[in-house]
């Protein structure tokens, strides 16, 4: 990657470092999208002078991506706030050398035309006041979501890339990145699970339902998008898989932060970032603490920055701490590993590596036996945990992503 860094990287004036240059890099992987697997994003840097919203366009669904940038603007508060550039919960205002309607502002570097401009925007602008809490410019960039971004698959030499990178640099960080602290990072002070939950949450089932959005809830501009049925959806969906596959016992929340690859680990249990975040937040809505407000949630962030704590802004607003939201959780879905989340011992996620002759029998069981391979898993199991095995054949042939191989182990 570092080859691939230099090699690409855009200098103008004294924007440099290597640094800067991953955040080059990163511009031109999302504007480019060269493996053709679009993935919406947000950046804000400490100092910038505006920020950046990745959404790609997929078959006039107007509506769905219009809720994934809203979902990506709530990351890019959540940054604002865990950079310490963002310090209240009150909007504002305004956007500094700007009018009101140049807060939100498209980019349609592909010449992909059509209504994604029209109707993104339109939904930024009509998020109520309350959350535009940035007093600085936020760039949605809409990209083609095949091979080739905003330019296509001929595009070998990246001219189209280049050049709207080029246009792109000086409005993200202008006066030669003067002040920009491309080196901060968020890692230490983010729960990764609240943060995808919370920005789901509010992007489907609050500022695209019915009565969020003044442009959604607009007849006239033929948008009218149902984020209350998406989120509730999301919500049954993510039932089917705590009590069927991939399952709660391999559901798991970290207790103490930071991190290293939290989500990774999960999903190489066969379980993905947006479900763990979205049950995370519905649990704590829902069941731990319903009278939870957005404003609430925020200061989490706030004060985790102020006091370099994550666990410190949750037990700071909520007067309870993370590990006793999490056994909560774990109790109320009866996770076998909520007795030592509780007791504030700690009890891992089940290794793979942990597991290594009970995967063989069971791959040979289910090749062998079909269902009967099941029998065998029950037959070992011991009450410890569940070990998941997801990755074992190629996701392209047996969807093993999604069907992980659930086998009980003593091991674990």
């Not at 604002?80 to 205002?93: D, K, V």
């Not at 706030?302 to 701490?321: H, L, R």
């Amino acid at each position: 990657m570092l080859f691939l860094i230099n090699a690409y990287a855009v200098v103008l004036g004294v924007c440099s470092g290597m640094g800067y240059e991953m955040a080059v890099e990163n511009l031109r992987q999302k504007l480019g999208n060269p493996s053709g697997e679009p993935q919406a994003g947000a950046d804000y840097y400490k100092g910038a002078g505006a920020a950046a919203i990745y959404i790609y366009t997929h078959n006039e669904d107007y509506g769905s991506t219009a809720k994934v940038c809203v979902h990506e603007y709530h990351h890019l508060l959540q940054q604002g706030m865990l950079h310490g550039s963002i310090t209240s919960t009150t909007a504002p205002g305004g956007v500094v050398g700007f009018n009101d309607m140049e807060r939100f502002q498209t980019k349609d570097y592909g010449g992909i035309g059509g209504l994604w401009t029209t109707h993104v925007k339109g939904v930024m602008d009509g998020l109520p006041a309350s959350i535009k809490l940035f007093d600085l410019p936020t760039y949605v960039l809409v990209i083609a979501e095949g091979v080739g971004g905003i330019g296509d698959e001929d595009d070998d030499d990246g001219d189209v890339v280049t050049t709207a990178i080029e246009d792109l640099v000086p409005l993200l960080w202008p006066n030669d990145c003067a002040g920009v602290d491309f080196e901060n990072r968020l890692d230490t002070l983010v729960n990764g699970a609240l943060a995808e939950g919370e920005a789901e949450y509010y992007a489907a089932n609050v500022y695209m339902n019915s009565g969020g959005n003044t442009y959604n809830d607009d007849s006239d501009n033929n948008l009218n998008w149902d984020g209350g049925a998406d989120w509730m959806s999301r919500v049954a969906n993510n039932e089917e898989f705590m009590n069927g596959t991939p399952g709660k016992e391999l559901y798991h929340l970290p207790l103490t932060f930071p991190v290293e690859n939290a989500f990774k680990k999960l999903e190489e249990l066969g379980w993905r970032q947006h479900p763990v975040g979205q049950i995370c937040y519905t649990h704590l809505k829902n069941v731990w603490r319903p009278a939870t407000t957005q404003a609430e949630l925020m200061q989490v962030n706030i004060v985790a920055y102020a006091e370099n704590s994550f666990v410190v802004g949750f037990e700071t607003v909520f007067n309870s701490s993370w590990r006793e939201f999490v056994c909560h959780l774990e109790t109320h879905h009866q996770i076998s590993r909520a007795a030592q989340t509780c007791l504030k011992s700690t009890k891992e996620p089940p290794k793979r590596e942990d597991c290594t002759l009970e995967i063989v029998l069971g791959v040979l069981g289910r090749l062998a036996f079909g269902a009967l391979a099941g029998l065998v898993s029950l037959a070992m199991y011991c009450g410890a945990c569940a070990c998941g095995i997801p990755n074992m054949f190629s996701a392209k042939h047996a969807k093993a992503e999604t069907y992980p191989l659930v086998l009980y182990s003593p091991a674990c």
